[in-house]
């Protein structure tokens, strides 16, 4: 498989996915995830379908019952980039710095209850998750509703 861009893209997407791509234009991108699961949130309409592509350090987030799309992405490859930085050689006031640089200011910080921090740019709907100091994982995505549209 050629390199693939791990360029994370708040409220847009990773790399060349878009949010809002189809399942089909995702596995034309990236083949066969390694491993899937569904979600239901206990809303018999609420599912989320989760792809792993665990040797690329990835899992996308497929929603929109009508018309599933690509809402959410994880990463926890080292390689990602963020606005032109590796992030995760960025400590959290590094993160916080280049996220204010780049327009989002709306943070907050929560333990979760697994022990894990995660700082929260609301307006960005992205999630960096730090243990013991580190960061560890990123999450971001947007809202779609049944059709599949950015809402």
């Not at 959410?72 to 992030?87: D, Q």
């Amino acid at each position: 498989m050629e390199e693939i861009n791990l360029t994370i893209r708040p409220l847009a997407g990773f790399g060349d996915l878009n949010f809002g791509m189809s399942m089909n234009a995702i596995v034309d991108l990236l083949g066969q995830p390694e491993d899937s699961e569904v979600l239901n949130d206990g809303d018999d309409e609420v599912e989320t379908l989760i792809w792993n592509y665990w040797a690329l350090g990835i899992t996308l987030f497929i929603e929109g019952p009508d018309n599933s799309v690509l809402s959410n992405c994880e990463t926890e490859n080292p390689n990602a980039v963020l606005f032109g930085e590796k992030v995760f050689g960025l400590g959290e006031k590094e993160i916080i710095a280049l996220m204010q640089e780049n327009g989002f200011s709306d943070y907050e910080t929560e333990i979760e209850t697994w022990g894990e921090k995660r700082l929260s740019f609301e307006d960005a709907q992205t999630d960096f998750y730090f243990d013991a100091g580190k960061l560890v994982t990123v999450n971001w995505g947007i809202v779609v509703n049944n059709q599949g549209e950015i809402i």
